[in-house]
């Protein structure tokens, strides 16, 4: 599981080898929170291709992880620089890194058959300068309440 999550992370998302899907991703993957009208490794490539326009350079590191049955939890970091039209935002051109963690479940085969995962898109958003951070949040709500 842990030869998996690495290649999860260091090839299918960190460069982008979208094929790699087709290796680790079982046929029937369909997470429910993800609203996506395409299943199995057809799924993670439509997203991979997406995040890989909005931030080109993607890398992730996995900074710790634990095995379970028939799942792997891992916490990582990612930084990309974000250079493509996303979430109703220009590009900045601005470097972000973010941590989240990523629970991957697999079948009898070995294969990624769902995942769970979570990350704070309101940092990213504030480290590339594209929201205020939560302290100044109350002074911009009060002036648009009073505009």
Known sequence: MLATAKRWFGELWSTGAADVADEIVAQDYNPDWIQIDKTGPEQVKHELRY????????????????TGTARIWVRYQGQGTH?????????????????GVTILYFDDAGKIRDQWGAFCFYEIFVELGLMPPYWELSTLVQNLAGS
Request: no cysteine; aromatic share 18%.
């Open 51 to 66: 995040f890989r326009s909005v931030f080109p350079d993607l890398t992730y590191r996995i900074l710790d992880s634990s």
């Open 83 to 99: 250079l493509g039209h996303a979430w109703g935002f220009e590009p900045t051109g601005k470097q972000a890194t973010f941590e």
